[in-house]
Nanobody, 120 residues
């Protein structure tokens, strides 16, 4: 079983920064893509950013130039550095990974979510 634990959410003023972390643990053989999604009240969950095992990244248009995704493969951890935050970034942020367990079962677990609130 693979478990994801997120941290780093909170309340920040517009223009501020936050850094989210997500650590994967459990019976992991290999991790492919790691990503961050978000869901605002009344909205569907949407992709924010993702990074492949080779380091390729992609971002939602709304966060390009402001957010940076990175990963530490030795720690099975993915990060999301969020700068120039706007009230529209307020949402619950979820971590998601595409991985292979030690039993060679492919799975895409989700984290529990961390709330980011951008408000003055």
């Amino acid at each position: 079983q693979v478990r994801l634990v997120e941290s780093g959410g909170g309340l920040v003023q517009p223009g501020g920064s936050l850094r989210l972390s997500c650590a994967a643990s459990g019976s992991i053989f290999s991790i492919y893509t790691m990503g961050w999604y978000r869901q605002a009240p009344g909205n569907q969950r949407e992709l924010v950013a993702a990074v492949t095992s080779g380091g390729s990244t992609n971002y939602a248009d709304s966060v390009k130039g402001r957010f940076t995704i990175s990963r530490d493969n030795a720690k099975n951890t993915v990060y999301l550095q969020m700068n120039s935050l706007e009230p529209e970034d307020t949402a619950v942020y979820y971590c998601n990974v595409d991985c292979l367990t030690s039993r060679l079962v492919r799975t895409q677990p989700w984290g529990q979510g961390t709330l980011v609130t951008v408000s003055s």
